[in-house]
């Protein structure tokens, strides 16, 4: 597919344009300059470098070339249809087009990266440049420098002499090969045209300009990228601002915030977790496992271990509980997520005593008759619990279906309704049924102060 781009009023049309940029930056505006490869405008696509590491991208992806990448890296730049980045161990990814090798990954190391149109140029430590990709007109010649940064243009590069005076080689047909006295902090080459940074903020131009890219902007600003028929730069707050061609959307300013990537910054938070217990586990009183918080962090390390509280249960220890483990942070400053997690605590109950059978056995019972439910508890250890004051008993309708066999209640008492403790955990309590359960079936629920989960049920069926 070709694109038409009308520059200086004269039509190009290419099958491959490119554009790239790099930079290096500034600052008048800011303590320390702001690396090269933060913001990168190309062809008809930009890309931008989060302060995680990880790099967004908008406008044309019709090759993949504006594919988001999680990272993390230091330094991004794009090209007519492909990008690279640059990680911190100096070693360079790319994506994209590959026609002529110019998205070959690299080892390095290198301290710098510029791609355009099929090139790919980047900067050594010594501050010379390696080129890899279409050479065509000279544009991806090897250069021994040294150079303080580097910028691959359409079909021409340029990169800055420590006194910041640009040197270019390549095709120089409107005047975007020409060298410049500077000085500049930091550059950037396109299609047709450069851009300069000066070391007050403020972007120069020079090249054709047929979509307004080429308009010198007073800034301040930290870094430049001069695209295809567009310019971008980076603020100082680390939003983005564009100007001239915007057929796909790619000179659209952007809020950000953008910036460096700093792998020696934590910038992850630690990570808390309740050890012990698990969520929606049921314990039995006497075996509960000792609850506790975890704080783990593998960037700066932990400066303050996450707290724990427990809250829910009743004075017998049994019952619904939460297990929070929170204030976790770790050097950086980052604080800890929040951690909790549910569980129940409940006693040892072996079932209901004679006369009562236990589900799923249907017990047929007199209505109007006070029947004793009878039962033991225990913790864990098998140790009797003595100290139980309250019981609720609930009943629900049921089908009276619903048992496997019937069997009948021939025990009913006279004692009192309400609970009584028997000795060594045995306890009873005396169910009065009314006269209305006649010819009705019946579910009988005890809660003895643990979960609803842990509700013990009989099952009854009533007659005359």
């Given at each position: ?241 564009c100007w001239g061609h915007n057929e796909y959307g790619q000179s659209e300013d952007q809020p950000g915030p953008y910036g460096p990537y700093d792998p020696g910054i934590d910038t992850i938070p630690p990570v808390v977790s309740v050890t012990g217990v698990t969520e929606g586990s049921t314990y039995v009183l006497g075996a509960v496992p000792q609850a506790g918080c975890s704080t783990t962090d593998n960037g700066s390390g932990v ?37 909790i997690v549910h569980y129940n605590v409940s006693f040892l109950f072996t079932g209901f005593a004679s006369p009562v059978d236990n589900a799923p056995v249907m017990n047929i019972a007199k209505a109007g008759q006070v029947i004793p439910l009878k039962w033991r508890l225990t913790d864990a250890n098998g140790s009797p619990i003595t100290n139980l004051t309250d019981v609720t008993v609930t009943t629900t309708s049921l089908s009276c ?64």
């Amino acid at each position: 597919m070709k694109t038409k781009f009308f520059i200086n009023g004269i039509q190009f049309v290419t099958a491959v344009i490119l554009l790239l940029m790099s930079f290096t930056v500034s600052a008048a505006q800011a303590d320390e300059p702001v690396p090269d490869g933060i913001i990168s405008a190309g062809n008809i696509h930009t890309c931008a470098l989060k302060l995680d590491g990880s790099i967004d991208c908008w406008g044309l992806n019709n090759f993949g070339q504006a594919e988001d990448q999680s990272g993390p890296y230091i330094q991004v730049d794009t090209g007519f249809a492909h990008t690279c980045a640059l990680n911190p161990n100096g070693s360079v990814d790319c994506w994209g087009v590959n026609s002529y090798g110019q998205t070959d990954d690299q080892p390095g190391p290198y301290t710098q990266i510029s791609t355009n149109q099929a090139h790919t140029c980047a900067l050594t430590p010594t501050g010379a440049v390696d080129c890899w990709g279409a050479n065509d007109s000279g544009a991806a010649t090897d250069q021994p420098g040294p150079y303080t940064q580097l910028s691959a243009g359409y079909r021409h590069t340029c990169a800055l002499l420590p006194t910041g005076a640009v040197d270019c080689w390549g095709w120089n047909d409107v005047g975007q090969a020409a060298d410049q006295p500077g000085p500049y902090t930091q550059l950037s080459a396109g299609y047709s045209h450069n851009c300069g940074l000066t070391p007050s903020g403020a972007v120069d131009c020079w090249g054709a300009d047929g979509s307004g890219m080429v308009t010198d902007q007073p800034g301040p600003y930290t870094q430049v990228s001069a695209g295809a028929l567009y310019t971008c730069a980076l603020t100082p707050t680390g939003a983005v601002d564009c100007w001239g061609h915007n057929e796909y959307g790619q000179s659209e300013d952007q809020p950000g915030p953008y910036g460096p990537y700093d792998p020696g910054i934590d910038t992850i938070p630690p990570v808390v977790s309740v050890t012990g217990v698990t969520e929606g586990s049921t314990y039995v009183l006497g075996a509960v496992p000792q609850a506790g918080c975890s704080t783990t962090d593998n960037g700066s390390g932990v400066a303050v271990e996450a707290s724990f509280s427990l809250s829910g249960g009743n004075a017998l220890g049994v019952g619904s509980f939460t297990a929070t483990c929170s204030g976790a942070l770790d050097n950086a400053g980052n604080p800890g997520n929040t951690a909790i997690v549910h569980y129940n605590v409940s006693f040892l109950f072996t079932g209901f005593a004679s006369p009562v059978d236990n589900a799923p056995v249907m017990n047929i019972a007199k209505a109007g008759q006070v029947i004793p439910l009878k039962w033991r508890l225990t913790d864990a250890n098998g140790s009797p619990i003595t100290n139980l004051t309250d019981v609720t008993v609930t009943t629900t309708s049921l089908s009276c279906g619903a048992g496997t066999t019937g069997d009948l209640i021939e025990e009913y008492t006279g004692g009192d309704l309400g609970l009584q403790h028997l000795g060594d955990g045995y306890y009873q309590w005396n169910w009065k049924t009314p006269s209305s359960y006649a010819n009705s079936c019946k579910t009988v629920s005890l809660n003895l102060g643990e979960s609803a989960a842990s509700e013990h049920t009989a099952l009854f069926q009533f007659r005359r």
